[in-house]
Structures are given as C-alpha cells and as structure tokens.
C-alpha cells in the first residue's frame, strides 16, 4: 500500500485547507484511517481518526469542532477538512492507515501545513 497526501500549505490564520490521501496497491487489506501531525520539536500526535466504513470518527480536542475527516471508498481516498485555522495548527500532516496484513500499518510522506498569524 502507497500514501501520498496533499493539498497542504500556507494559509492565514482562521482560513480552510483541505488534505486528501489517496491510497493504491493493495488497497483491499486497509482497515482503519487516521491523520497524525507533528510541529518542529513535538511529538507526533493523531490528530482524527476514522473506521473502515467511515461511520465513526474520532479527534483531538483541540481540532474538535473544526476539523473534519472523511473517507471515500470506492476512490480509496482519505480527506481532512480544516477549517478556523490556527497558528497552532502548523506541523507536518501524515496520513496513517492500518491494515489486515503485514506490516499492518502504513504512512505517507507527509504535508506541510503553515498557519500564519
């Protein structure tokens, strides 16, 4: 399985971004989905969380209420909708997903968001 993330970048503060993760190869063994973030000299941290058929979803509370995420499918896409940016959301996005199979999880590249104040 490959990931590759987009649609990162710079933004003002309060302003929308929204990531997508596409997801190919052996697309059929992927179970649960999730974003992670990680800001220079912090912790990677799972930002949202998503299950196999989409229908629960989990987030940190500090993106809660602003945050979306969302899978479709039948594209083998993963999104990330982020709105009411803030500053403190700057950090590298990376997708993330779990498999049935080994290695049993699998990472993209990562994204740069830049939130601007």
């Known amino acids: 399985v490959q990931l590759v993330e987009s649609g990162g970048g710079l933004v003002q503060a309060g302003g929308s971004l929204r990531l997508s993760c596409a997801a190919s190869?052996?697309?059929?063994?992927?179970?649960?989905m999730g974003w992670y973030r990680q800001a220079p000299g912090k912790a990677r941290e799972l930002v949202a969380a998503?299950?196999?058929?989409?229908?629960?979803?989990n987030y940190v509370d500090s993106v809660k209420g602003r945050f979306t995420i969302s899978r479709d499918n039948a594209k083998n896409t993963m999104y990330l909708q982020m709105n009411s940016l803030k500053p403190e959301d700057t950090a590298v996005y990376y997708c993330?997903?779990?498999?049935?199979?080994?290695?049993?999880?699998?990472w993209g590249q990562g994204t740069q968001v830049t939130v601007s104040s």
């Open positions: 993330y997903a779990s498999a049935s199979t080994w290695p049993y999880a699998y």
């Open positions: 190869g052996s697309t059929f063994s992927i179970n649960g």
């Open positions: 998503i299950s196999t058929g989409g229908r629960s979803t």
